[in-house]
Nanobody, 120 residues
Framework: AQLVESGGGLAQPGGSLRLSCAATGFTFGVYAMSWARQAPGKGLEWVSAISSDDRNTVYADTVKGRFTISKDNAKNTLYLQMNSLNSEDTALYYC??????????????WGKGTLVTVSS
């Protein structure tokens, strides 16, 4: 499995960005997927997950109501729409593939990340 994130960059506080994660090497629609992030000097924080059938989505409290996870199985692409950004959202964002179709399963493949910087 290979995962390549894109869409990061500089955003102003209150602004929006949409991250993408292009997946290859596995049957994308069969697995749950997640986004996680690592802020400078901090540990890895899980952000959001989506089940293989799109019926279940979950979010960390820190992003709930601001971020939306989605995917397009036809394009083998995972998305993260991020609105109302603030400085605490500054981080390297990773997408990850789960072991099964369930968001309760662990993650076994990771991309290299895309950097999001929120600053005025």
């Amino acid at each position: 499995a290979q995962l390549v994130e894109s869409g990061g960059g500089l955003a102003q506080p209150g602004g929006s960005l949409r991250l993408s994660c292009a997946a290859t090497g596995f049957t994308f629609g069969v697995y749950a997927m997640s986004w996680a992030r690592q802020a400078p000097g901090k540990g890895l924080e899980w952000v959001s997950a989506i089940s293989s059938d799109d019926r279940n989505t979950v979010y960390a409290d820190t992003v709930k109501g601001r971020f939306t996870i989605s995917k397009d199985n036809a394009k083998n692409t995972l998305y993260l729409q991020m609105n109302s950004l603030n400085s605490e959202d500054t981080a390297l964002y990773y997408c990850a593939k789960h072991l099964t179709n369930s968001i309760a399963s662990g993650m076994d493949s990771w991309g290299k990340g895309t950097l999001v910087t929120v600053s005025s």
